[in-house]
């Protein structure tokens, strides 16, 4: 149980494009999904918290006309990278909380890598 | 501001042996959830333990235990039995309490764990 999987696993696109990853609550009902960005070898940086239905909340220095998050429905948040960079090339990590069980944790899909040519 | 600290980047053990990973964390609630997450090669984020702050009984999870010394603001993740698939990299996690407090975790830097056959 408390499954999430991401979409795509790999996605490799010309600077200038946009690119969306979704994040799915395969078998709960998330109301709050949260965004990170990794670099190698480092921690997790949050980038923003979705919430369904509302406008997520995004950490200081995160630009929200470049990262838009849509969390349009309980099994879905979608994270839109606008006109992508070389610099934007990371790797993006999605969570969310199953209020049916343990609601402090976060349970992770297996992350998105994006290169940006 | 929550912080978290590991102060070891990589730490090793031989395959059936016990090895412990530290973790201290700053706060100035007195409720709140700890956390040890695994990220093996395939940086699929995965849930070790979690503790609740407000009991004083410390978690285990079949070869996993914690110490948890909440006045020394300690945490520390105790692996008995290593095995190879236990090789990855570790964070530490905090976030407040889930009522009024915020969401968001908070991670140490991470600490890489080889385990030697």
């Known amino acids: 149980g408390a499954v999430v999987s991401q979409h795509p696993s790999w996605v490799i696109c010309k600077s200038g494009t946009s690119v969306k990853i979704e994040c799915r609550s395969l078998d709960f009902q ?22 369904e239905g509302s406008k997520a909340t995004y950490e200081q220095g995160v630009e929200k006309d470049k990262f838009l998050i849509n969390h349009a429905s309980l099994t879905l948040s ?18 969310a909380r199953d209020l049916s069980r343990a609601k402090e944790t976060q349970y992770f899909g297996p992350g998105t890598r994006l290169l940006v040519l | 501001a929550q912080t978290v ?7 090793s053990v031989q395959e059936a042996e016990t ?8 706060t100035s609630e007195s409720d709140y959830y700890l956390f040890w997450y695994k990220q093996p090669p395939s940086r699929q ?3 070790v333990i979690r503790q609740e702050a407000y009991k004083q009984q410390n978690a285990t999870e079949n070869r996993f235990s914690v110490n948890f010394q909440k006045a020394a603001k300690s945490f520390s993740l105790k692996i008995s039995d ?16 889930f009522q009024g407090g915020s ?9 890489k764990l080889t385990v030697n056959p």
């Open chain 1, 30 to 51: 998330a109301t709050t999904m949260f965004w990170y960005r990794q670099f190698p070898k480092q921690s997790l940086m949050l980038m923003a918290t979705s919430n």
């Open chain 1, 78 to 95: 979608t994270l839109t990278v606008t006109s992508a960079h070389p610099e934007d090339s990371s790797f993006y990590i999605c969570s």
């Open chain 2, 5 to 11: 600290t590991q102060s070891q980047p990589e730490m």
């Open chain 2, 19 to 26: 090895v412990t990973l530290s973790c201290t964390y700053d």
């Open chain 2, 45 to 47: 984020m995965i849930l």
């Open chain 2, 82 to 97: 290593s095995q190879l698939g236990d090789a990855a990299m570790y964070f530490c996690a905090y976030r407040d309490y």
């Open chain 2, 103 to 111: 969401e968001k975790l908070v991670f140490g830097k991470g600490m």
